[in-house]
């Protein structure tokens, strides 16, 4: 395999950072748990990455705003999910889980520190840089004490016509208790002083604001000093709180909001009707135990004590903002100012050359494989391939996998449209998609409806594979159309991802997945197959055998090399084959986006290790592992990341991608060109930091992702 010809130089674009660190120098044992970054460390230095971008001048003004809105999003979820797991560990009196022998209270305490330094450059970069640039440029996000005379008139005026009518102040006394809390939802605490109607003297009460309001206001245009001016709905609410309050004295008003645990527990080996339990279960959601309290950092100490108490928090529970607590409601503007000028450029994505704009699908597979690069080629030839099946009266028969799609999905449609006609139709739902059960749950009762075969999978593991199969008479003989994919039966994501799809009607690809499918609707042992890998059964398997396969020819003297990208790698027996591999002299080339727990280029263990990540214009979703094998280049894609819960609590497919010109164009356009990036490219240090890559010298820089863009959009 080929490898970088320049050495890259690297740089920490947040030098004034210090960096994680994960314990004492390593041994050359394989098993040394100092060889294992902790995985929740390795997401904040992930969200540090996502924070890079949002400080970068080289990105569009209105695209630094939405990173450092999505970082709050990731936040969110870190949170609600991560962050509540440790803190039950902790509750249960349970020790350390991972390789890296952290115990939960160590990594907690690690998590503070190291996410309190993010959000308060995460504020900074915000109040600091970019809302004086986009002021600069006409958009502007006022104050409430900023306003001029006809603004603050308007102001007042919506905030009795919109905010007024359904805003209901909670005082808070011996029959009025503190209220549970909304997880997420913007809430007031306002200090009180005087008598009310009732001669009640309450100190303290609480607003909470209804979702249905928007968060980000737009000021009109007529009263307006810039072309884009804006007024957050924290800041109206603030400015008129004391309405809601009158004869009162309003001492003290901060925002706050708290985040809890959004992990739905469902005990499927007692419950009869996984959808029905689900259902039931969405709405204690919004209100699981605390996790995080985001709070003004104006707000007293006293208040804040008194908040956590409230919500059973402890002070390192605590994240103080110079801002509104809900930043990631800013991400709202992106759309509403029209300015393509500080955007990313649009583009059209492109097409395979073997697919025409009214093309006969089935044909073009039976010519050949076809394979779909998105963002940059379009999603439409899978789409078009379930409308031409629903419409085809050869097609017999369809089955697939929904583990995310969208609301109004044109493929749900297609296959209601299938089952309408009389087709075969079965879809295996993953309903419990972290954050998407209530999508899926409307999803599965819709098809349900039209006459579907809906099957939720395996209980106990997530069906996170992305496969569809078309059953089609042509003779006297049936015909599996595939598709296989890296990522979600998603349109809107198709645009905003990487990855990788396959069209093919290769038949043992067929006949292998046929009996995935059966081990999802029905009943039976598990069946050797012939080219597909699958989790929990081959796919763990295999991988350590092709990585041992390549140390064993190192050892031989003979070429070797692994190339590999993926989402996360945290699974220790592949970190330990993998490091078994650098000892034996294999080259290992990794693409990770987030989440890495091996630490490479630690002397005799893993100096033969180089990982990277990109992060940028989309998010890189791709799965693709290729191992040298002797020269004959195998190369796999699918939906499967390297982490314990893939290889092992999910049904995953991983495929080979097997014409010649296919695998190359993957290992050319997946792999390859992400090892010369010189701009959005992160490397790795065996100490767990990320250093950014910058040009080598003499060099121009390189963007893989405008390379893709220019290769294969329109």
């Known amino acids: ?97 991972g390789p890296d022998r952290l115990s939960p209270g160590e990594v907690l305490r690690r998590i503070n520190t190291e996410v309190n330094q993010l959000v308060e450059q995460q504020y900074a970069e915000l109040n600091d840089v970019l809302f004086p640039a986009l002021a600069a440029e006409g958009i502007r996000v006022r104050r409430r004490s900023d306003l001029n005379p006809a603004q603050t008139d308007w102001m007042e005026s919506y905030f009795d016509r919109q905010c007024l009518p359904v805003l209901t102040p909670l005082g808070l006394d011996p029959s009025h208790p503190f209220p549970n809390v909304q997880n997420k939802g913007l809430t007031f605490i306002v200090s009180l002083q005087g008598q009310d109607a009732y001669g009640r003297e309450i100190g303290l009460a609480v607003v909470q604001v209804p979702r249905s309001l928007p968060r980000l206001i737009s000021i009109p245009a007529d009263i307006s000093e810039d072309p884009h001016e804006f007024i957050m709905l924290s800041a109206v609410i603030h400015n008129h709180i004391g309405k809601l309050f009158p004869g009162m004295a309003i001492t003290g008003t901060h925002q706050f909001r708290v985040t809890r645990n959004s992990h739905l527990w469902v ?3 007692e419950i009869d009707d996984l959808l029905r339990a689900l259902k039931m279960e969405l709405p204690h959601r919004q209100y699981g135990s605390a996790v995080r309290l985001e709070v003004a950092d104006n707000c007293s100490p006293r208040k804040i004590s008194f908040l956590s108490h409230q919500f059973a928090l402890n002070d390192e529970d605590v994240y103080q903002v110079n801002g509104p607590v809900n930043l990631h409601r800013l991400s709202s503007l992106y759309d509403m100012v029209d300015r393509p000028d500080l955007k990313y450029p649009p583009f059209g994505q492109g097409m395979p050359a073997a697919i025409g704009q009214k093309a006969d699908l089935f044909e073009i597979i039976r010519r050949g494989d076809v394979l779909l690069h998105h963002p940059y080629q379009s999603f439409s030839p899978v789409v078009e391939l379930v409308r031409q099946s629903a419409a085809d009266p050869q097609v017999l028969g369809i089955r697939m996998t929904l583990y995310r799609t969208s609301a109004e999905s044109p493929i749900v449609e297609a296959l209601i449209e299938a089952a309408g006609a009389g087709k075969d139709v079965t879809v295996v739902v993953e309903l419990r998609a ?103 059964f081959t796919l763990h398997r295999r991988l350590v055998e092709l990585i041992d396969f390549e140390a064993e020819e190192a050892r031989a003297g003979r070429p070797s090399g692994i190339q590999a990208r993926m989402n996360a790698i945290t699974e220790p027996g592949i970190i330990q084959a993998l490091y078994r591999a650098s000892q034996a002299g294999v080259k290992i080339q990794l693409l990770v986006r987030s989440i890495c727990r091996l630490r490479p280029g630690v002397p005799g263990v893993s100096d033969n290790i180089e990982v990277r990540s990109i992060v940028g214009r989309f998010l890189e979703h791709s799965r693709v592992c290729r191992f040298h094998h002797g020269g004959e280049d195998k190369l796999y894609c699918g939906s499967a990341d390297w982490m314990e819960r893939n290889l092992r609590r999910r049904v995953e497919v991983v495929f080979p991608i097997e014409d010649p010109v296919l695998r190359q164009r993957v290992i050319d356009e997946g792999l390859e060109i992400y090892f010369r990036d010189s701009t959005q490219s992160w490397v790795l240090q065996s100490d767990g930091r990320y250093l950014r890559r910058e040009p080598p010298e003499g060099e121009s820089a390189f963007t893989a992702q405008e390379a893709l863009m220019a290769l294969l959009a329109v």
């Open 434 to 536: 972290r954050f998407d059960e209530a999508t899926n749950i409307r999803m599965a009762t819709r098809l349900q409806e039209a006459g579907a075969n809906v099957v939720y999978g395996i209980v106990g593991y997530k069906t996170h594979a992305k496969v569809l199969m078309i059953v089609r008479r042509e003779g006297a003989a049936l015909r599996r159309y595939l598709h296989l994919g890296t990522g979600n039966y998603h349109p809107g994501t198709s645009r905003a991802y990487t990855d990788f799809g396959l069209l093919t009607c290769d038949a043992d690809m067929g006949e292998d997945l046929h009996t995935v499918f059966n081990q999802l609707t029905g009943l039976g042992q598990q069946v050797d197959q012939k080219k597909i890998l699958q989790s929990p």
């Open 1 to 97: 395999m080929s490898q970088s010809v320049s050495m890259p130089r690297v740089h920490n674009l947040l030098q004034e950072d210090d960096p994680i660190t994960y314990g004492a120098a390593p041994s050359g044992d394989v098993l040394d748990p100092s060889l294992f970054i902790n995985r929740e460390l390795s997401t904040v230095e992930f969200q540090r990455r996502v924070l890079a971008q949002a400080r970068d001048p080289a990105v569009p003004l209105l695209e630094r705003l939405r990173f450092l809105c999505i970082l709050s999003n990731i936040l969110d979820e870190f949170f609600e999910v991560r962050v509540a797991g440790l803190k039950q560990s902790v509750a249960l009196g349970l020790g350390p889980n």
């Open 267 to 269: 005990d499927e080996e």
